[in-house]
């Protein structure tokens, strides 16, 4: 029954983890990555301007714009605290530290695994650290919403120390 709680737990932390308004706030307080988001913007939306005279029915080049900017979003801003929460629930990892450091490392490395790469330049360097940055909130939210009972619960013979049990937290 324990893990129906945690299941409803979680379907309420991720999407709140995942859809954190801190790569939005990064985005509008940075100058290197306001002008990064502005020129995919620009270039995105040139792309899209020139679909969509090329072809005779507008609808495909929209649906493809919006299905890549989903799974854009998807991949940034929900992949990684999913996969650090089911990793987390299955291994029992309960850390503060984890579950923000995890995350953080994964956000931020999405680029470049995308890449097969490292940063060429200082900007990239600089908006995977911000990226490292949007992921470690998203971690820390998970975390204080359910990532710090994640795993079944510890055992009373779990607790034991040289002396014998330890004694329980209040």
Do not use: K
Request: no cysteine.
């Amino acid at each position: 029954m324990r893990w129906i709680g945690r299941l409803l737990l979680i379907g309420f932390a991720l999407p709140v983890a995942a859809g954190t308004l801190t790569l939005f706030l990064v985005t509008l307080f940075d100058p290197i990555l306001a002008a990064f988001a502005g020129a995919v913007i620009q270039a995105g939306l040139a792309a899209l301007l020139d679909s969509l005279a090329a072809a005779g029915d507008p609808g495909f080049a929209i649906e493809s714009t919006a299905v890549g900017l989903g799974r854009l979003a998807f991949t940034v801003l929900v992949v990684p605290p999913v996969f650090v929460a089911l990793v987390s629930e299955v291994i029992g990892a309960r850390r503060f530290l984890w579950h923000a450091g995890a995350t953080g490392l994964l956000t931020s490395a999405l680029p470049w695994l995308a890449r097969s790469g490292v940063a060429r330049t200082p900007e990239e360097a600089h908006i995977a650290l911000l990226l490292a940055l949007t992921g470690a909130v998203a971690g820390a939210v998970y975390w204080l919403i359910a990532g710090n009972g994640a795993g079944p619960a510890p055992r009373a013979d779990d607790r034991l120390g040289p002396d014998g049990p330890l004694p329980s937290r209040p």
